[in-house]
């Protein structure tokens, strides 16, 4: 297996990378860690024209926190930087506890954060935290740059609103609110392995105890990050018993249309996904309930 | 007609300088290029783990990488470990327990594990799982290949480190 030819560019600075896109649009591809991209390449999946290569950005690799506590992260940042951060496990401890489910040590090595989002998959983890967590993604082009709400950076299956001269050059993760619990839950074949069904929780509780806010955000069900906002709402104003947690649980299913694979039939998805729903809100009401856990 | 490239990296120590072109993977680029066999092909799709190296000293399937983005890079291949006569730990560790069969995936496994015993040799029985978890062995059912790491971890710690 041999990629097909290819141009390929190095550049050493954002702008130099951005004019190179405007360039070659759609003939250009960004290859970012390339454990994504190099797979396709090598099965001709993908053939790009011209590979514009981001390893050189040192700029572009960072993890820092605003004042508000907001937390940036850069899109070149690797993936086993963001692991072994303590300022994420501080911020978004549910990206700190997702990262060893992301892939194997050899690709997180190699993989980057930005390029995890950018590639839109529907199995990735990174993508439905980010909506889970009301992340928003900076894209820059020469014609400037504009910030994308997580939620709506998703079209469909590796598909985003990223333009073909426009690059995903950082990421923002708001502050966690006080009393907020949080989990990701999923379940596949190897610990490693593109998980079956996956789904984050992020429960915010009030004063009294109440969920305040809460949020489903499912992979492997569909064409990119899916949102159970019904089952979601179903939690606000109540305390989270086992009675409450399970009636949101049985109630996602409604919301999701998964398809069926080699590896899960419809009804085994939607099996999980109620189960994987119920342990995700237990964890996340639990955390969220006890002082000090949030930023455990 | 896509120009070649000149890179520029070190090997296991010594600096090599080729003219390749860009798509040239970098693991057929230490095989074919270097003559570095002990760098396993199997998957080219970053599944299997055959092709690992380490890359600037982190463990990385050497199939999804291009040979130009090592330019200016250190690599190091299971060439760098023992010799015949005077095998790494790690290895006499994998022939004392029997942690091969075919020995297809070996070198690679060798690459993933050593970067961890480097760091510690004081492993929890997660900590030898998980050094396994990115190659596959289709000969020996991984137990013989978690109790190899065990066992290297302790001639390590005891200053076997050749």
Redesign the interface.
Known sequence: ????????I?PTTVEEALGHLTEYGYDAKVLAG??SL??MM??RLAQPAV?V?L?KLAELSFIRSEKDGELRIGAMTRH?QVERDDLVAEHAPLIHEAMPKIA????R??GTFGGSIAHADPAAELTTICVALDGRFRCQSVRGERWVPAKDFFLGMFTSVLEPDEMLVEIAIPPMAPRTGWALEEEAR???DFALVGVGAVVTLDEQGCCERARLVFLSVGDGPVEAVKAAEMLIGKEGTPEIIRAAAEAVTEELDPSADIHASVKYRLHLARVLARRALEKAFARAAIPGTQAA | MIKAMDITVTVNGEVFQKTIEPRLLLSDFIRHELNLSGTHVGCEHGVCGACTILFDGMPTRSCLMFAVQADGHEIRTVEDLGTMEDLHPLQEAFQETHALQCGFCTSGFLMSILPILEESTDLSEEDLKRAMEGNLCRCTGYQNIRDAVQLAAEKMSSGGES
């Open positions: 297996m041999k990629p097909a030819p290819f141009e390929y190095a390339g454990q190099i797979p090598n099965f590979l290569d390893n086993f194997t040590p050899q690709i090595s190699r190897r610990v490693h």
